[in-house]
Each structure stands twice: as structure tokens, then as C-alpha cells.
């Protein structure tokens, strides 16, 4: 779901924390599916709006990920929320990726990321 930003400053923040979030989403995922049964094919998709999805496969099983969804759990607080309608829900960006000086903290950026997508692999079924 596409998110709404409740202030400009709020969308300049999404846009420092975005490509951020997309680099370590994808050199996790790519971390993750090295040591695992895993295989990951990633699509380009122009439907609800353009990204990417990644398609896992294990043997019969398969899942599919939104990276941009993927994303926003990484740059904003408790995403998805509710919205209304199926309309955009308004989101709250993460602070805490943000140093004092306003920089992208990238280490706590990787933290988060590394701990979202180690909970997906963590839900996936188990190669038999």
C-alpha cells in the first residue's frame, strides 16, 4: 500500500532513508538466500505502482515479497497501517535511522533491515 506522508518534512526524510533501505533490503536478502534452500528471482512490476518483487522457491514451495513494501517496514513505524477505503496510509518515519545531524545512521538502517528479513526466513517453510 502506498504510503501518505503527514508532513514535507516527513516525505525529505522518506526520500534520505528510500535507496538506503532498497541497498540493504537487496544485499541482505542476497546474504540470506547464500546460506539458505532458498532460490530468489527478482521482477519488475509496473501494478500497484513500480518495484520490484522477489520470488522465493524451495523445492514446491514459493513466496513472493514486495521489496518496496518491504522497505517502508524498514523506514517507517509500525507499517503497514491502517488506512481507510484501501486509500494511502499515512506513515510515521523511523527517527531512529537518523544520527543527530540528520545523516541516514546506517548502521541502525542495517540492523533493522537484517532483523526484518531474518524474521521472513524465519516464517518460510523448511526444505525437506
Not at 524451495?58 to 513472493?64: G, K, L
Not at 527517527?95 to 546506517?106: I, Q, R
Given at each position: 500500500?502506498?504510503?501518505?506522508?503527514?508532513?514535507?518534512?516527513?516525505?525529505?526524510?522518506?526520500?534520505?532513508?528510500?535507496?538506503?533501505?532498497?541497498?540493504?533490503?537487496?544485499?541482505?536478502?542476497?546474504?540470506?538466500?547464500?546460506?539458505?534452500?532458498?532460490?530468489?528471482?527478482?521482477?519488475?512490476?509496473?501494478?500497484?505502482?513500480?518495484?520490484?518483487?522477489?520470488?522465493?522457491?524451495?523445492?514446491?514451495?514459493?513466496?513472493?515479497?514486495?521489496?518496496?513494501?518491504?522497505?517502508?517496514?524498514?523506514c517507517f513505524v509500525q507499517?503497514?497501517?491502517?488506512?481507510?477505503?484501501?486509500?494511502?496510509?499515512?506513515?510515521?518515519?523511523?527517527?531512529?535511522?537518523?544520527?543527530?545531524?540528520?545523516?541516514?545512521?546506517?548502521?541502525?538502517?542495517?540492523?533493522?533491515?537484517?532483523?526484518?528479513?531474518?524474521?521472513?526466513?524465519?516464517?518460510?517453510?523448511?526444505?525437506?
Open positions: 500500500m502506498k504510503p501518505k506522508f503527514k508532513t514535507h518534512s516527513a516525505w525529505e526524510q522518506a526520500q534520505l532513508l528510500m535507496q538506503p533501505a532498497f541497498i540493504r533490503v537487496v544485499d541482505n536478502f542476497r546474504d540470506q538466500l547464500e546460506d539458505s534452500d532458498w532460490e530468489g528471482e527478482y521482477e519488475e512490476i509496473q501494478d500497484p505502482y513500480p518495484g520490484y518483487v522477489l520470488h522465493l522457491k524451495c523445492e514446491e514451495a514459493e513466496h513472493d515479497i514486495n521489496l518496496w513494501d518491504l522497505c517502508y517496514q524498514v507499517y503497514p497501517s491502517e488506512s481507510v477505503n484501501g486509500e494511502s496510509c499515512e506513515v510515521d518515519i523511523d527517527t531512529n535511522l537518523f544520527e543527530a545531524s540528520g545523516a541516514v545512521d546506517w548502521q541502525k538502517l542495517e540492523n533493522k533491515t537484517q532483523m526484518l528479513i531474518k524474521q521472513i526466513f524465519a516464517t518460510l517453510p523448511e526444505a525437506k
